[in-house]
């Protein structure tokens, strides 16, 4: 495999780029691929000519996207247009990354690939809007959706990690308050990428919810990480009303991921002993949406 890496410097993206070792062809970030520059991704794909392109490109400023839909829209759904235009060029496979956050939450069930999307906000929008351009730019492609990606090191569009927050406030002794009233799938970025190249390694195309196991909310997900940095605060658990924020959030954005196994992916781990190896006694984890 001849791989080329977009967004190389996030989160997944390093991930990737790990997994794939020696089979990386090109990788960058965003100070070397501008992929809403279409001379940029046109002289990348032509001077690389990859079997297989990974956009790990996002913009995930959930809240500010409702004031910033231009820019949403142009990283979220015409840079993979783009993308999967050039893919169909070189005659390459383009896997994308999506989320859960194309749903309404309504479901009382995971949601399964051929449920109907109903986004909320501006980021679900963008994201939804970008699965359709790449499903209809006539190539080949793998479209991925995911959930509350974690990992080591931070999201730069987010100002820090959720973890990190976390730890950083229970260690200043501030109050923690978190909403309970959002259930969703944590995943591993080493987990999806792994999972990713076994998914292009065994032919799969189309549309695919790849998560770890079991479900949590986030005030779940900040008790975990206390307790796995050996930090014993109390976190308040708050409804979603109460922070007022922008954007609306789903209630229930779980993932029913029996299309990845019967692809021959064996099921990821549970998400616990996935923050374990996100988060350690002394350092941040972190978290970001696709």
Known sequence: MKALVAGAGGQLGRELVSALGDQVAWAG?????????????AS????????????????????????????ALAVNAL??????LGARETSALLVHFSTDYVFDGESTRPYREDDCPRPLGVYGVSKRTGEQLVAGA????LIIRTSGVLGRGGSKQKGGSFAGRILAGAQQGKPLRVVADQTFAPTCAADLAAATLALVRAGARGLVHVTNSGSCTWHELAEATLALAGIDVPVEAIESAQLALPARRPAYSVLDTRRSVELGLEPLR???AALADCVEPSAEGSEERR
């Open 29 to 41: 970030d965003r100070s070397q691929l501008d992929v809403t520059d279409d001379d940029a991704v």
């Open 44 to 71: 990348v794909l032509e001077q690389v000519r990859p079997d297989v392109i990974f956009n790990a490109t996002a913009y995930n400023r959930v809240d500010q996207a409702e004031t910033e839909p231009d820019v």
């Open 79 to 84: 840079a993979p247009r783009r993308l999967a």
């Open 138 to 141: 006539g190539s080949e492609h």
């Open 270 to 272: 549970s998400w616990r």
